[in-house]
């Protein structure tokens, strides 16, 4: 059973355009989100998180949104820059538990 | 120093050998993962420590067999291994620990890219 889902295995998107990544949940207990970016041959980066307090979270060039209602997330890259090509893994954890659950990513490419 | 060193980066190993993956961490962070991620998929937790004890065991096979020597260290024993326990095994380590809020962010190493011949 998967519980969180990363639809678009892939996406391309032109620099300097808006990169938007989708994450979908099914365990309504979760109430803390994170997105990582992984490099081949690297371990996965953190990027940004949100708790389900919020229903937005801004960092720099990152904005991270939460639909709680819709068990639905997103991942907002704008201005997008080639750098920004690698894969993007969602997660999701519950309050007082130490278990990460990973959604199965998207590979992003950047084209200039 | 944020970082998380796994060794080694790579391991070839038969069926019958014993062998070790060793993660190290100095951020003073008293929680350390093991995660394994088959090609296209996402890391799935193996095992948890915390404050050097075992705090979750995923009903992983006991032929994957962790230690964690001290608060730094975090080993992952391995032995009569399967071809299909082939696999990238990421150690990680974190601030947070269970009861006193979200596990928050993740520091993650390299991972060991084993082979089981």
């Known amino acids: 059973d998967q519980q969180v889902k990363q639809n678009s295995p892939s996406l391309s998107v032109q620099e300097g355009r808006i990169s938007i990544l989708n994450c979908d949940y099914t365990n309504s207990m979760f109430d803390y989100f994170l997105w990582y970016k992984k490099y081949p041959a690297e371990g996965p980066t953190f990027l940004i998180s949100?708790?389900?307090?919020?229903d937005k979270n801004e960092d720099g060039r990152f904005t991270v949104f939460l639909n709680k209602s819709a068990k639905h997330l997103s991942l907002h890259i704008v201005p997008s820059q080639p750098g920004d090509s690698a894969v993007y893994f969602c997660?999701?954890?519950?309050?007082?538990?130490?278990?990460?659950?990973f959604g199965q990513g998207t590979r992003l490419t950047i084209n200039p | 120093d944020t970082e998380v060193t796994q060794t080694p980066k790579h391991l070839v190993m038969g069926m019958t050998n014993k062998k070790s993956l060793k993660c190290e961490q100095h951020?003073?962070?008293?929680?350390m993962y093991w995660y394994k991620q088959k090609a296209k998929k996402p890391p799935e937790l193996m095992f948890v420590y915390s404050y050097e004890k075992l705090s979750i065991n995923e009903s992983v096979p006991s032929r994957f067999s962790p230690e964690c020597p001290n608060s730094s260290l975090l080993n992952l024993h391995l032995h009569a291994l399967q071809p299909e326990d082939s696999a990238l095994y990421l150690c990680a380590s974190s601030r947070y620990l269970a009861g006193l809020g979200h596990t928050g962010e993740l520091f993650f190493g390299e991972g060991s890219r084993l082979t089981v011949l």
């Open positions: 951020m003073g962070h008293r929680a």
């Open positions: 949100i708790s389900s307090i919020k």
């Open positions: 997660a999701a954890s519950v309050q007082g538990a130490q278990k990460l659950v």
